[in-house]
């Protein structure tokens, strides 16, 4: 049981990896330092806004796994 928990704590956070850097990165360090303020009122459309909605969602569960696991074991 541990070890099937730690590989699906393994699986979703590489999961939560590819997700993350799939995700565009449009202004890139320009809008980091605020050389870029139109990247903050964009909406996200078709693939980009899965890609996000996913990344959230994907966390949460990391989240979940991680505090079941300091219960359980």
Do not use: N
């Amino acid at each position: 049981m541990e070890t099937a928990f730690y590989l699906a704590i393994i699986l979703v956070s590489l999961v939560l990896m590819a997700v993350i850097l799939l995700q565009s990165k449009a202004s890139g360090f320009s809008g980091a330092f605020g050389g870029d303020t139109s990247a903050i009122y964009r909406t996200r459309r078709g693939l980009e806004r899965t890609l996000f909605q996913l990344a959230i969602g994907v966390a949460f569960v990391f989240v979940v796994l991680s505090i079941i696991g300091q219960w359980l074991l």
